[in-house]
């Protein structure tokens, strides 16, 4: 995590509120949001793996008129195929340091288990089960946070920072193919290990309840009601929110003709189960 701080913007800025580039082109053209000019704000970036430079993935922000206590959701799509190979950087930061005592990151998580025994997708040997009623097993989980938050997930699902006038802090992702879901011998035909699982979090509030089971036909073992969203916060000393983004990352499916079916190549979670 990287913490950093701008204090010239030689260039003219573009803001862009829950959007998304349409084009590589528009990408490298739209700026980097000036983090004093908005109260929260969460902006995404993203790069192909080995590839260093970065580009414009979408943002969320709250503009200084809206009123305190104000929560929105937003829904940044990328691609399915460069979303399943790029890393993401999220850039979280607040202008209101007079009030806010620190901006919270919440990043997304689920859990693939509660019972013990648990054997990891696509294994079965008697050294791989995982005693996963305990919350303290990392291996349990699936998401964002195991990567972002590291060592400390999941007894803290979250990251704070204090601020300082326009103070910026930055999470890093990595991709979903370097983080692919265990696959065992039968790897060639598991779509578990292609799927954007671990970093889309676009499951529909109404399916959040219902199971999966990965041995029952499902790509993906998950526990009903787990699901945990991309969040961020901007809190005051006695803890209260004063602007509150809700953050989803989707897979982007190709539609080839008006009114077709979508061509999916990477599970996420929108797909039938």
């Keep these: 995590m990287k913490k950093l701080k701008f204090l010239i913007y030689p260039a003219i800025l573009v803001f862009v509120s829950c959007g998304v580039a349409e084009s590589e082109e ?4 739209v700026a980097l949001i000036n983090p004093l000019s908005s109260p929260l704000y969460i902006e995404v970036l993203k790069k192909y793996e080995k590839n260093e430079n970065t580009t414009y993935a979408g943002s969320c922000k709250f503009e200084t008129t809206d009123a ?9 799509k990328i691609p399915e195929l460069e979303l399943y ?3 993401l950087v999220f850039r979280v930061g607040s202008s209101m340091g007079a009030e806010c005592e620190f901006v919270e990151f919440s990043p997304f998580y689920f859990r693939y288990s509660t019972a013990n025994g648990y054997f990891p997708e696509g294994t079965g040997g008697a050294d791989d089960d995982i005693e996963c009623a305990d919350p303290s097993e990392t291996k349990c989980y699936g998401g964002a946070a195991p990567d972002i938050l590291g060592a400390k997930f999941p007894a803290s699902k979250s990251h704070y920072f204090l601020l300082a ?18 696959g065992g011998a039968g790897q060639q035909i598991n779509r578990s290990l292609i799927t954007n699982a671990n970093v889309a979090s676009n499951l529909a509030p109404g399916s959040r309840g219902v199971a999966l089971t990965f041995g029952g036909g499902d790509p993906v073992d998950y526990v009903a009601n787990s699901f945990v969203d991309y969040t961020a916060s901007c809190r005051d000393k006695w803890a209260n929110p004063l602007y509150h983004i809700t953050l989803i990352i989707s897979d982007e499916d190709v539609t080839p003709e008006p009114y077709d079916d979508a061509v999916d190549f990477f599970w996420d979670w929108l797909d039938p189960f």
């Design 165 to 182: 006038n326009g103070e910026v802090s930055e999470f890093n992702l990595k991709s979903s193919n370097k983080r692919r879901l265990a």
């Design 68 to 76: 305190i206590g104000s929560t929105k959701t937003c829904t940044i």
């Design 85 to 87: 190979y790029s890393d």
């Design 26 to 29: 528009e990408a490298a053209s």
